[in-house]
């Protein structure tokens, strides 16, 4: 559950031809608490990495506080690579690593888009399906996210090459609020998950001023639980506001 707010849940984009290239994210880290109602029970954190050409690293990983590693003692590690243009976020592979737990996983994707296909390798099983143009993995749609808003985009919609099937996320703009984060106190623009059931809620704030990164994330599970993701530092490449590292 550690990173399930800020993999699961950091929204998917719309597709994203014709992006501003001033709208292309710049290198950045972040790192985020994780909470579930009053209670602190883990960490994350992002970074992207990019060279000249376009190629970019992203990395996510994610562990549980020490005083609760008795009950949640996994560790999750995901990596994307690919390259980010003007006419969107091309991943060329994603690895997802678990480890710590009573049950560890791993699972890889490669993307071929001469034959728009990606190939799913999960525990020694490899199977392959067709993509449909501008398919993401589910780690990278945050910067998918952070483009589509930055190109002032307010219904968001996407496919996501996950567990060998293609889903589709759909997120809607429906407000603007300023809270108050362990990082600073933002402005931001609110967004919910679309879903064809109200079982689960999921809400997302986003700051303008650091290039639209998510700096909240709340969700109610089927059981009624609460989980929280908040930003509490983040680069100096993103904005001198706040706390930056």
Do not use: H
Request: proline share 4%; aromatic share 10%; glycine share 6%.
């Amino acid at each position: 559950m550690l990173n399930k707010l800020l993999i699961t849940l950091l929204l998917p984009a719309l597709l994203l031809g014709g992006g501003r290239a001033d709208a292309m994210p710049k290198d950045f880290s972040a790192s985020y608490k994780l909470s579930r109602g009053s209670m602190k029970i883990g960490y994350s954190s992002i970074e992207l990495v990019t060279d000249k050409n376009g190629d970019y690293t992203y990395k996510s990983s994610s562990w549980p506080v020490r005083w609760v590693g008795w009950l949640l003692k996994d560790k999750l590690y995901e990596t994307s690579k690919g390259k980010i243009t003007t006419q969107g976020i091309r991943p060329d592979s994603y690895s997802y690593l678990r480890t710590g737990g009573s049950k560890e996983r791993e699972a890889k994707l490669a993307f071929n888009w001469e034959e728009m296909t990606v190939e799913n390798n999960v525990e020694d099983s490899r199977w392959k399906m067709d993509i449909p143009a501008g398919t993401l993995d589910k780690l990278v749609s945050l910067l998918g996210m952070m483009i589509a808003l930055a190109n002032d985009q307010t219904d968001i919609s996407f496919n996501i090459a996950d567990g060998g099937k293609l889903k589709d996320y759909r997120f809607r703009v429906v407000d603007e609020e300023t809270i108050e984060v362990p990082a600073g106190t933002f402005r931001t623009v609110k967004i919910t998950r679309l879903r064809d059931n109200n079982k689960r809620e999921t809400y997302i704030w986003c700051a303008p001023e650091l290039d639209y990164l998510p700096i909240r994330i709340w969700q109610r599970e089927k059981d009624d639980s609460e989980y929280q993701s908040d930003l509490e530092k983040f680069s100096a490449s993103l904005n001198n506001a706040g706390n930056p590292d």
